[in-house]
Every structure is written in C-alpha cells, then in structure tokens.
C-alpha cells in the first residue's frame, strides 16, 4: 500500500473513532439515567419550598451543549426542577452566597460554597438537602458538570 493510502486510511479512521468516543460519552449518560420523577411527586417536593427561581438558556456560559431551563424550587428539605438540562455526565447541584453564570465565577467562588448532591437525571429532578445545609444562607443554585469542569445553568432565588 502507498504510504498516501495508508495516511487517508488513518485519518478517516481516527475521525470516526473519535466520532463514536464523543457520541458515547454524550450518550452514556442519557441510557444509564434513572427515570426521572413524575410532575406529581416535583409538586409534593416543591410545596414546601421558601424559594422559587427559573433555570434559563440564556446565561453567558450556557451554550447548546450546556443549558438548562425551568422553575426551580429550593425548600430545608429538597431542592427540586421541573424542567430540563443539557444531558452531561456527573452532575453536581450547589448553593452559592453570589450569582454565578461563568465557569471563571464558579472557580473563584466555589470555597464558598456547598454541594448539596447529585443530579441524576435530565427532566426534572429532586435533590434531597442534608440536614447541616441551610439554603436561606445562599443566595444561587447551579448545576455544574464536575468531570469536565463546566458551568451549566444557575439561577438567583434571593
């Protein structure tokens, strides 16, 4: 074979083995989801809820890849979304005492703020808060992808 040939075979290959690598990492987390919880069950959560704030698309780090959108709602015991995010892997819900909406802000603040759990699912979610976490002391709930390092939605309830 010429050395022409061999160099087209590689490259055309390696495309569509990365092509398949970012297809199944932005797939993976779609198939292993567990069944996100019904308008019911968000409703019952939401209920107890002192704070309520909307997700939106139109954030500065929020791109079509990363967003999210909906109404949030934040109470002692439960944080909950009825609406949607990007799907991603290896999503973490914090409380911020600021508005974030950079993953630059989310760096430089992120001492000052709490985990509060895993989001696991891409419609709608209920994220149960931990005894010791007082969400009136924070001011900003965001979504943040730890394995890449990426901003995906926040919003201000207070």
């Known amino acids: 074979m010429k050395i022409r040939t061999l160099l087209l075979l590689a490259a055309t290959h390696g495309f569509v083995g990365f092509v398949g690598f970012a297809g199944g990492i932005y797939a993976l987390p779609i ?11 968000i409703t019952t959560a ?10 939106s698309r139109e954030l500065k780090d929020s791109d079509a890849l990363h967003w999210g959108e909906g ?3 934040i109470g ?6 009825e ?3 990007a799907p991603g892997p290896d999503y973490k819900l914090y409380l911020s005492p600021e508005f974030v909406e950079t993953e630059a802000d989310f760096n430089r603040l992120k001492s ?5 759990g895993d989001v696991n699912t891409f419609a709608n979610f209920i994220v149960e808060v931990s005894p010791g976490v007082n969400p009136a002391n924070f001011s900003t709930v965001i979504i943040w992808c730890e394995s890449f390092g990426q901003f995906i939605t926040s919003a201000k309830y207070q």
């Open 31 to 41: 198939l292993t989801a567990p069944p996100a919880p019904n308008t019911a069950a």
């Open 46 to 55: 939401a209920l107890k809820a002192q704070y309520s704030a909307e997700f």
């Open 71 to 73: 109404t949030v709602s």
């Open 76 to 81: 002692a015991k439960f944080i909950t979304l």
């Open 83 to 85: 609406g949607s995010l």
């Open 112 to 116: 000052t703020m709490v985990q509060v």
